[in-house]
């Protein structure tokens, strides 16, 4: 994507704020928004009837970056995945000091997913594709963050390569693209190079849907 910021919270509508909710259960007391910058970070206070009819008033805090899109690019010809590595501050400072693999992903920066995630591919990937599939769309750390992604596949030939990818340098991508055989992916899952959920998911689903095949890949 481009450096702006993602969309802002009132992508949701309009019923989260303080006494307005759809659910009889929660009630929102006050808002106190912590941070605006890259992401938004709101501090709700809500109070929240118990199955067992007591109330409780707590507070929760979520961060908003908006919403993503991922896919998993495949060529069931040479049963092959391209995948990217790049580095991930925030995977950094957790102390992890090598590139993450992942599958191609970003955010999707006010277009639809579909679009979004041919913006990426090409950005990323140097990749024109075609048909791409939706899988679904689901919460990755609905504990805190707001963001959902969208999960698609892709079939690629080498033929629609029409750059090198890479990412944008203006806003600090460094990104390799890597041609991987699908058996190695997914022992790269079982020997820990692969670390990234999303795409552990991906390569999970085109497993169990056949869309390639896990010949050699081991136990
Ligand atoms: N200025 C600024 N730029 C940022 C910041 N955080 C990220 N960026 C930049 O914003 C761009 C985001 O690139 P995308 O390709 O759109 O997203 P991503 O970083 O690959 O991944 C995002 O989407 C994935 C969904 O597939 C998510 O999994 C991932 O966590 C992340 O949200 C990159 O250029 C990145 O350097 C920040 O705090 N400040
Ligand atoms: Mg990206």
């Given at each position: 994507m481009t450096g702006t910021p993602p969309d802002k919270p009132d992508r949701f509508g309009?019923?989260?704020?303080?006494?307005?909710?759809?659910?009889?259960?929660?009630?929102?007391l006050s808002t106190r928004l912590l941070a605006n910058d890259w992401g938004v970070l709101t501090r709700y206070t809500l109070s929240y009837r118990r199955r067992s009819g007591t109330t409780q008033v707590f507070t929760r805090e979520t961060y908003d970056r908006g919403d993503g899109a991922a896919i998993l690019l495949y060529d069931d010809e040479r049963q092959v995945v391209l995948l990217t590595r790049q580095f991930r501050f925030p995977a950094y400072v957790t102390g992890h000091r090598e590139d993450l693999i992942e599958v191609c992903g970003g955010l999707l920066d006010h277009d639809d997913p579909a679009t979004a995630m041919r913006r990426e591919v090409g950005e990323e990937m140097g990749v024109e594709i075609g048909e791409i599939t939706p899988i679904g769309c689901y919460y990755m750390s609905p504990g805190s963050v707001t963001e959902r992604i969208h999960f698609f596949t892709g079939a690629y030939r080498p033929?629609?390569?029409i750059g090198p990818g890479g990412g944008l340098e203006g806003e600090g991508e460094e990104i390799d693209v890597m041609e991987v055989a699908f058996p190695e992916a997914l022992r790269m899952i079982g020997d820990g190079r692969i670390l990234d959920a999303k795409t552990i998911l991906l390569l999970q689903h085109a497993a169990i849907k056949g869309l390639l095949s896990v010949r050699g890949a081991g136990r």
């Open positions: 309009d019923e989260v704020v303080p006494g307005k909710c759809p659910d009889d259960r929660i009630t929102i033929g629609m390569r």
